[in-house]
């Protein structure tokens, strides 16, 4: 009777959302600035799109450098008619590669994008070199309804293993020495997992951009929100900021060459000496990273949770739960950085991920079929669709509220199963409702979803809390905690500017590259040297390091300031 209901349902939909398509049929380019894997020739949900629009998608993932896949694109000229640059797309913008979206986007002729993008455009429409309004990219996530969603840790943190936290009698770790502490004592007692298959103490991914998860930990273990590659110091809370004065508000600084950087890479020299650290680590690919994560023998790494989700759904499909991780909050212990206050360390704030997320190309035949077709997919209807699938099918509402059988659930942990039944490599980087559902919806089936739900399922209570696995309910209960977010301190309000990696570096754009190529080159090297090495080898680093340290903060300086100031003065 299920599966009736389900093909009647989805007859239904089909039936909606397909009209007389007045346009030819085309297939647009796509590049997705990150790797992936293909979508099925079946899929569904890319059906659907096409039989509602008229559009197909032949889409091609990152294999290799994002900087230098780019760089040969801008040259060649040879852009996708949907060009997602991933955490480089400064270089596509700056090099021409896109469209103003202004040119297509207005309160009256697309009204769901403009009241997507209204409240925070003050952040994401800029001027270009002649004045004029630009919005190259609208944000693939970050502009959310309502209050912040804060159930999980979907950010930066230090993770750790369920397993050796339930191994020590579920202790309270607060600081990177207690950390390291525990990650050394379980490894001692247990080498290997129940295979003979060695454990990795803690893993370090350097590969491409994703080098943050070697760079970014100091700001953490300060406190401190993702500010990319600057320390922030935020000292006053009334934010009238005029100039750049380093007595007023935003400090600036770069981190990477301060004392209180040193304390952190010398922790690490110390446990690389000690084994702890894989000897693969600086030169293993993204791929291979994902692998061994997914085999359950990393026990721990500095990272941000999506950047590893699909090794979590890898653990969570095996079901090997206590192999899954927990994101800590870490801080220095004031003694490791000679008694300089640290702040606590937070949940990230909720922003709008400006500049990531999919641009449309100059090289696009018809950007306003791309547009429009983006409308629509902004419609609660398609929302449903895009998040949730299909209802009868992939979920089911009782009551007004959205829900999913433990199959249903699995189903969306399984890699395979998505590449048939979900369209995340579009979605993922195009326009999307997050947060809470603000207003009942109907279906065309006739069903009510009501006001209060979430857009996203793995924000559901339904879905977080009652398809939670039995070990995790066990893990939670042991700690006295109700979610996995209560083991970082909840978010606080950002400063005006934001955060400062989103701030376009691209006029110091020689300076910051060598900036970040002398930390991909020597911090590697002063984890591995010798313990009576580092001292020497760390003062040559930061002299080698400050004329590209101390160009680029200057220049962060003030464009912190500057960001500030405009959305002040935009805020009303």
């Not at 499909?317 to 950085?337: F, H, I, Q, S």
Request: charged content about 25%; hydrophobic content about 40%; overall charge negative.
């Amino acid at each position: 009777m299920r599966k009736f209901l389900a093909a009647l349902l989805t007859l239904c939909l089909v039936a909606s959302l397909t009209a007389a398509l007045a346009e030819e049929p085309i297939t647009l380019t796509v590049f997705r600035g990150d790797p992936g894997e293909q979508p099925t020739a079946d899929n569904k949900i890319y059906k659907l799109i096409e039989d509602k629009f008229g559009i197909k998608f032949n889409i091609s993932f990152l294999t290799g450098d994002l900087d230098e896949t780019l760089g040969l694109k801008i040259i060649g000229k040879d852009y996708p008619d949907l060009f997602d640059g991933g955490n480089s797309a400064d270089l596509i913008i700056s090099g021409g590669a896109l469209i103003n979206l202004l040119d297509y986007i207005n309160p009256t002729d697309t009204p769901r994008l403009w009241a997507h993008i209204e409240p925070q455009k003050a952040r994401l429409i800029e001027k270009d070199a002649e004045g004029n309004d630009v919005l190259y990219i609208i944000p693939n996530y970050g502009l959310a309804d309502g209050d912040q969603i804060a159930l999980s840790v979907g950010g930066p943190a230090f993770f750790i293993q369920k397993q050796v936290l339930a191994w020590d009698n579920y202790p309270e770790i607060k600081t990177i020495d207690e950390y390291f502490d525990l990650l050394e004592r379980f490894l001692a007692a247990n080498p290997a997992d129940e295979n003979g298959v060695p454990y990795i103490g803690f893993d370090i991914l350097c590969e491409d951009w994703r080098h943050f998860c070697l760079i970014n930990p100091v700001q953490h273990l300060m406190g401190r929100p993702n500010d990319g590659e600057v320390y922030v110091c935020v000292t006053d809370q009334n934010y009238e900021v005029t100039g750049n004065d380093p007595s007023e508000p935003f400090k600036t600084e770069t981190f990477i060459d301060k004392p209180y950087a040193k304390a952190y890479y010398k922790k690490l020299n110390e446990m690389y000496n000690a084994g702890l650290i894989d000897r693969s680590t600086f030169t293993m690919s993204y791929d291979q990273y994902i692998a061994a994560i997914s085999n359950g023998t990393v026990l721990g790494m500095f990272d941000q949770a999506w950047d590893f989700g699909t090794a979590t759904s890898a653990l969570q499909d095996a079901k090997k739960y206590d192999r899954t991780y927990v994101a800590l909050g870490l801080v220095y212990d004031p003694e490791d950085v000679g008694g300089v206050e640290i702040e606590e360390h937070y949940l990230n704030g909720s922003l709008p991920n400006v500049r990531r997320g999919f641009g449309i190309s100059v090289n696009c035949p018809d950007p306003k079929r791309v547009v429009d077709m983006w409308e629509e997919l902004l419609s609660d209807e398609w929302q449903i669709i895009l998040n949730w699938g299909i209802e009868g099918e992939d979920y089911y509402v009782e009551d007004g509220r959205l829900n999913m059988t433990e199959e249903q659930y699995a189903h969306t942990q399984d890699a395979t199963w998505k590449l048939a039944n979900k369209a995340d490599a579009i979605f993922q980087s195009s326009p999307k409702k997050q947060g809470w559902i603000m207003n009942d919806i109907t279906l065309p089936s006739g069903t009510v979803i009501k006001a209060g739900n979430c857009w996203e399922p793995g924000n559901q209570d339904e879905i977080v809390f009652g398809l939670m696995n039995d070990y995790d309910q066990d893990f939670l209960a042991a700690y006295g905690y109700s979610k996995f977010a209560d083991f970082v301190n909840p978010p606080i309000e950002l400063a005006p500017y934001g955060e400062a990696w989103q701030i376009n570096y691209t006029p110091v754009e020689a300076e910051h590259d060598n900036f970040l190529k002398v930390q991909d080159i020597r911090l590697p090297e002063l984890i591995m040297c010798a313990p009576e090495e580092f001292d020497a080898k760390w003062d040559a680093f930061v002299a080698e390091i400050k004329p590209y340290a101390d160009a680029f903060a200057d220049y962060m300086q003030g464009a912190v300031i500057e960001e500030a100031n405009k959305v002040l003065q935009n805020a009303d």
